[in-house]
């Protein structure tokens, strides 16, 4: 657990600091918070930056396929059978955003990288509990598009697709 924990720290860094470099080099960006739900039930926060047409973000996921607090401790009996590979964490990532458009209103693509821990997942023909019987890391690519439009001065109103997220809405604040 302590070794899931470092790693991700290391993956975020490494996907932060990049993305904060680029930001202090454009000084007439925006920068906008988000949250946003999709229609698979997975919600997601982000942070990033805007530059005239483009944009970049990094956020977190809500892309839990598994409870992990279902899983059973200790080692699986000998009649466990491998049921496959489910997601026990929330994902983050990074994505590239392109907005063809103005400030009020455009379209935007993106494209992404994301980071998962996947979980190797059996049950146990006797008992019916789940045990754990791996763990990995994933790198996922992420594609968007959707419609964005200013609602205020200060807020934006997106609805699009996410191959991650499925069909999703989201509500972001510009400083």
């Known amino acids: ?26 000084q007439n960006s925006s920068d906008f918070f988000g949250i946003g739900t999709g229609v698979r039930g997975r919600g997601a926060a982000y942070y990033g930056k805007r530059m005239n047409s483009l944009g970049v973000q990094i956020g977190v996921y809500n892309d839990i396929d598994l409870d992990p607090n279902s899983l059973s401790d200790g080692p699986p009996p000998n009649d466990t059978q491998f049921l496959g590979n489910y997601r026990t964490s929330p994902g983050f990532g990074t994505d590239l955003l392109f907005f063809p458009g103005n400030e009020r209103q455009s379209l935007f693509f993106g494209v992404g990288l994301y980071y998962e821990d996947i979980t190797e997942v059996g049950r ?19 594609l968007s598009v959707g419609l964005q439009a200013s609602v205020s001065n200060t807020s934006n109103f997106s609805m699009g ?15």
């Open 124 to 142: 146990s023909a006797s008992s019916g509990f789940l045990y754990e019987f791996g763990h990995h890391n994933a790198w996922r690519t992420g």
């Open 161 to 175: 697709y996410h191959n991650l997220l499925g069909w999703n809405i989201s509500f972001s604040m510009r400083q």
């Open 1 to 26: 657990m302590k070794y899931r924990l470092i790693s991700r720290f290391a993956v975020g860094l490494a996907v932060a600091l990049p993305t904060m470099a680029m930001a202090q080099y454009y």
